[in-house]
């Protein structure tokens, strides 16, 4: 059993920093660091791709607030000043990764830089920095699970359980499942299929897609705060796509890389 310590990590008078926005830095400037490497080691100009990286950073936290805040109109509706205190929580993975594909892949077409060895180099860099963000879930006490007895069994206070389990006081922690999840992902893609699709630009970004949609489907079924389109789980459904989408393009690239 564990519990969050709090939300905040310092204090400084009216300066407040939170572990949610050192965790989000921790992870860009990891990512940023990982995607140069790479660049450099690829032979591609990293300058360039630090651009565009920047770009799609941006692009990335727009597309994971609107996405959260599409999806929750009834409660931002009711409350428009806390569309921007993302320092609260509430960024969609899934929307922050059409936003930073949109923008920096955007960005990439529009000079003529080479956009799919750019996500390729991208897809390492994402997942182990979604596995760094997560705890900033922790930290909130948001994004966990149905209630559990299991050892590792999330310890919730009050405040922040829903109505429906107001009694209970364990839940699964979906965010550490993920958080291990993405550290797998990251470790198969530099691990095992970077060598082996490196002559196929936008397989790996493709394997990313479809090993994270794989995890994120399973931990999407256990949260209490799932997105909801109607009845559907709405990061299931885009999780299943992505899947799919890996499965069906990846042997693709592959075949016509190796037809080259």
Known sequence: MFRSPG???LQLGPLTIRWYGVLMATAMALGLWLAYRDARRRGLDPESLLKASELALLGGLIGARLYYVLFNLDYYGRFPSKILAVWEGGL??????????????GYALARALPMREYLDVAAPSLAIGQAIGRWGNFFNEEAFGTPTNAPWKLYISPLHRPLEYAQAEYFHPTFLYESVWDLLVFALLVGVFRPRVARAPGALFLIYV???????FFTEGLRTDALMLGPIRVAQLVSLLGVLGALIFVPVLVKRARAV
């Open 7 to 9: 939300a905040i990590a």
């Open 210 to 216: 479809g090993l994270y949609s794989a995890g994120r």
């Open 92 to 105: 969609a993975i899934h929307g922050g990764v059409i936003g930073g594909v949109l923008v920096g892949g």
